[in-house]
């Protein structure tokens, strides 16, 4: 039986990691290691969280004594590590905070499995989920490739480039067997409402303003977050080795357009006249730093590893929508807070 550590599991991709491997892989013990953050939440994984293959372990990867405890006790056979402080614009308000988690707690789990597996690799397997905004903007045109040199402009992706550098260190270095993937936006169900679309969807529903930063030009490749899940499942199980692959949903939106078309599936779920949703609408002040354009070149893990999206940006908007309108009450208790005190109910 293998033990997989999956990190981050209680936030917006990672829960949805996390119920994929629980779910199809029975014969592997998935241990979610999350610290709840205001990004993690138990409430997105609560229909998986009795299955005799689901383990919970509250804890921060910033603390080493725990977490080379953690690999002293399970020794895992495989990571995959999604845990990070995941947000750009407080990585703007607080850069060391992304330091300590995306930096050193990469390291320390680093570190951790290279002493755990002795150096001693054969059967194990690191995997780094990352993002596409270490590549830095693009112009009007052109593709970030998994040759694309990193040129990270937010501390946000800054602290992922980083991490990026040491993982790819570690397996010159020192052999460790190690994945990467950057990725670009995700959306779907079980996200933060301090995410665009999410974010969006909620206002819309309270009939609060719709922020759009600067002229809303910013042109985003959006990628259903279960087809991640997909493409993350494939790349721990069939990647090759020490190998980089980027992925993507070959759809690129200006973030005014995806607004606008937003604002119409909306109108139409909630019964309300064309136009409505647009009218809230409101320019805000650009954000420091704003890359134009990002745009992912996913050909790699196409050719390679068969990969593509399974839904089209329709398909999954509406059917992330439909998700945000069955499910309010999930909605309510992250807005109002009170998803924090879900642990305390289980867990203690
Ligand atoms: N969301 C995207 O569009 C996107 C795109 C590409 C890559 N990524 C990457 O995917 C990963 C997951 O992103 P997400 O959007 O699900 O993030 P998220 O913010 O929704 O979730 C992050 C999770 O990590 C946990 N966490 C934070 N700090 C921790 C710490 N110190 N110790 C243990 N757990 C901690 C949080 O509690 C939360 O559950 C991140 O590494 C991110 O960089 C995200």
């Known amino acids: 039986?293998?033990?997989?550590?999956?990190?981050?599991?209680?936030?917006?991709?990672?829960?949805?990691?996390?119920?994929?491997?629980?779910?199809?892989?029975?014969?592997?013990?998935?241990?979610?290691?999350?610290?709840?953050?205001?990004?993690?939440?138990?409430?997105?994984?609560?229909?998986?969280?009795?299955?005799?293959?689901?383990?919970?372990?509250?804890?921060?990867?910033?603390?080493?004594?725990?977490?080379?405890?953690?690999?002293?006790?399970?020794?895992?056979?495989?990571?995959?590590?999604?845990?990070?402080?995941?947000?750009?614009?407080?990585?703007?308000?607080?850069?060391?905070?992304?330091?300590?988690?995306?930096?050193?707690?990469?390291?320390?789990l680093l570190n951790a499995a290279k002493k755990q597996w002795k150096d001693n690799f054969e059967g194990k397997r690191f995997y780094h989920i990352s993002t596409d905004e270490v590549y830095g903007s693009l112009g009007a045109e052109g593709l970030f490739t998994e040759t694309t040199p990193y040129d990270p402009n937010s501390p946000y992706s800054a602290s992922k480039a980083s991490s990026d550098h040491f993982v790819r260190a570690y397996g010159e270095t020192y052999g460790l067997p190690y994945v990467l993937t950057n990725c670009s936006n995700n959306y779907g169900s079980y996200h933060?409402?301090?995410?665009?679309?999410?974010?969006?969807?909620?206002?819309?529903?309270?009939?609060?303003?719709?922020?759009?930063?600067?002229d809303g030009n910013y042109t985003r490749d959006w990628l259903f977050v279960e087809d991640h899940a997909i493409a993350i499942?494939?790349?721990?199980?069939?990647?090759?080795?020490?190998?980089?692959?980027?992925?993507?949903?070959?759809?690129?939106?200006?973030?005014?357009?995806?607004?606008?078309l937003l604002c119409q599936i909306m109108d139409q779920k909630l019964g309300r006249d064309s136009g409505t949703s647009e009218k809230l609408i409101t320019y805000v002040k650009d954000r420091p730093g704003?890359?134009?354009?990002?745009?992912?070149?996913?050909?790699?893990?196409?050719?390679?590893?068969?990969?593509?999206?399974?839904?089209?940006?329709?398909?999954?908007?509406?059917k992330t929508i439909n998700w945000y309108l069955n499910n309010e009450e999930w909605l309510k208790n992250v807005t109002s807070g009170s998803y924090k005190d879900y642990y305390k109910k289980q867990y203690s």
């Open 1 to 108: 039986m293998k033990k997989i550590l999956i990190t981050g599991g209680a936030g917006f991709i990672g829960s949805h990691v996390v119920r994929r491997f629980v779910n199809k892989y029975p014969e592997y013990q998935i241990y979610n290691l999350d610290a709840l953050t205001y990004a993690g939440n138990l409430e997105n994984i609560k229909d998986i969280e009795n299955q005799p293959n689901y383990n919970f372990v509250k804890g921060d990867i910033v603390d080493e004594t725990f977490i080379y405890e953690l690999f002293s006790t399970h020794n895992f056979d495989g990571v995959l590590h999604l845990a990070a402080e995941s947000h750009v614009d407080r990585s703007i308000e607080d850069p060391l905070a992304f330091v300590k988690t995306n930096v050193i707690g990469t390291m320390n």
């Open 192 to 214: 933060f409402p301090e995410k665009l679309i999410p974010l969006f969807i909620n206002n819309i529903i309270n009939n609060k303003s719709l922020p759009v930063y600067g």
């Open 233 to 260: 499942d494939l790349v721990f199980h069939e990647g090759k080795n020490h190998e980089t692959y980027n992925i993507g949903g070959f759809n690129e939106w200006k973030n005014i357009d995806l607004v606008k």
């Open 290 to 318: 704003h890359d134009l354009r990002y745009a992912i070149d996913a050909s790699k893990i196409n050719k390679e590893l068969g990969w593509k999206p399974s839904v089209t940006f329709e398909e999954g908007l509406e």
